[in-house]
């Protein structure tokens, strides 16, 4: 590159695209004078389901896709300490929302091609305390359901998919989320729909919904809209002991005018995603497997494998490197069985898990924003190639 790095903006890892129609829809909610969980959340909601194809009773907007995994598992009633099966290529918040719920997380290692959970291993995790499966459609590329769900048909397992990365992800024609009892998504702002902080509950069932609902607002009968609203003053009942999960109208009015650009932004990340792998292909690295037919993958994360034996540098010194050529990249993720939490909780040790060890120890994702320019995607490949050497 010819010109001085430091010269350069900082490329922020997966900054969202922010128009003037979120910016006037939250100027008009603060001057609405209503702030928390009311009609905008409302129609996010109605939007949503609309959207991937469900009715509205079916959604319950709450404040994090964590929230969301927590109150699902809560409201499909397993019994304590019943095993949930996921994986260990996953952030954090997957496993601790098991926990969380009571629940007892078991891992079952990753393709190591799709990088999502493997069915078999799946099957060879399962003992009679196996309650649920809670696959991750990592970086948005949808899991195998037809597989998983035979699996969890045939052992009666309750299915809660973790849609953070899969907003318009697709299997065989149907979106993800709508396989299993529940979908749980979000809005976090390097999302792929933003709300700044956010989640969606998708549930199966209504009733399931319904009770999630209750739950993600202390367990009220009633939320704060119904109660303050122009309808006149309604009492409430307490019926659960819940949660603070709900999300708010200034949240929704980012939300709703981001899920109206949801095909827009999908259509952009997808060609940067393709400019990446022609402009990479050749380099000592692995890229994202292509997307597998009759499927549609999310294009959330962008990530390559630096193998230090392949690449004379190591995945560390890469992402070093990116930063002082001023692109930031992310790490999805060191396998959950690399931190001491887990490992001091449950005995777990990276190596039982060998293939999301090793994908943790040399991937890196590159940046993929829909805010980014055909220059910025350029400098991220220069980047990569002065740092391989080409
Ligand atoms: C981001 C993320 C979450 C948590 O989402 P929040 O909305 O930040 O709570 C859960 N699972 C995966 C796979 C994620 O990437």
């Known amino acids: 590159m010819s010109s001085d790095a430091s010269q350069q903006p900082f490329l922020v890892f ?22 928390g969980t009311g009609p905008r959340v409302a129609q996010f909601e109605r939007d949503f389901a609309a959207w991937r194809g469900v009715r509205s009773s079916q959604v319950a907007a709450v404040n ?14 397993l019994e304590p300490g019943s095993e949930v099966i996921t994986t260990p290529l996953t952030f954090c918040a997957t496993v ?34 196996t309650r649920a499966i809670l696959p991750v459609h990592f970086a948005g590329r949808p899991c195998d359901m037809d597989r998983i769900m035979a699996i969890a048909d045939k052992h009666g397992l309750m299915v809660i998919e973790d849609c953070a990365h899969a907003i318009e ?12 009892d529940f979908g749980c998504f979000s809005f976090y702002v390097t999302k792929n729909v933003v709300t700044g902080e956010g ?13 999630a609902r209750i739950l993600a607002l202390h367990g009220m009968s009633k939320d704060a809209w119904h109660r303050f609203g122009d309808k006149g003053y309604k009492h409430y009942q307490v019926v659960e002991c819940g949660f603070k999960y709900n999300m708010m109208d200034l949240q929704a009015a980012i939300g709703i005018h981001q ?50 034996a392949r690449c004379g ?59 980014m320019s055909d220059g910025d995607a350029e400098r991220v490949v220069q980047a990569v190639k002065v740092l391989l050497g080409r």
């Open 64 to 77: 994090s896709c964590t929230a969301a995994l927590h109150v699902s598992m809560v409201a499909a009633g």
């Open 169 to 180: 992800t697709e299997f065989h024609g149907r979106p993800a989320g709508t396989f299993g």
């Open 259 to 308: 899920l109206a650009r949801v095909e827009q932004n999908w259509q952009r990340r997808r060609e940067l995603w393709q400019r990446y792998d022609h402009a990479l292909e050749g380099l000592p690295i692995d890229l994202p497997a292509p997307p597998e037919a009759q499927t549609r993958h999310g294009y959330h994360l962008y990530t390559v494998m630096i193998d230090e």
């Open 313 to 371: 540098l190591s995945r560390d010194g890469f992402l070093d490197a990116m930063n002082a050529a001023r692109i930031g990249a992310g790490v999805h993720y060191l396998s959950v069985p690399e931190h001491p939490y887990y490992q001091q909780r449950f005995g777990w040790r990276p190596e039982q898990w060998p293939q999301a060890m090793r994908l943790g120890r040399q991937t890196v994702s590159l940046p993929l924003s829909p805010a």
């Open 14 to 35: 997966g900054a969202p695209r922010i128009e003037e129609d979120e910016i006037a829809e939250v100027e008009a909610c603060l001057r609405s004078g209503w702030l």
């Open 199 to 211: 989640g969606m509950i998708l549930g199966r069932d209504e009733e399931h919904v319904a009770r």
């Open 96 to 129: 601790n929302a098991i926990l969380h719920a009571g629940l007892t997380p078991v891992l079952a290692d990753v393709d190591p091609v799709t990088q999502n959970i493997d069915p078999d291993a799946i099957e060879a995790a399962i003992t009679p305390r």
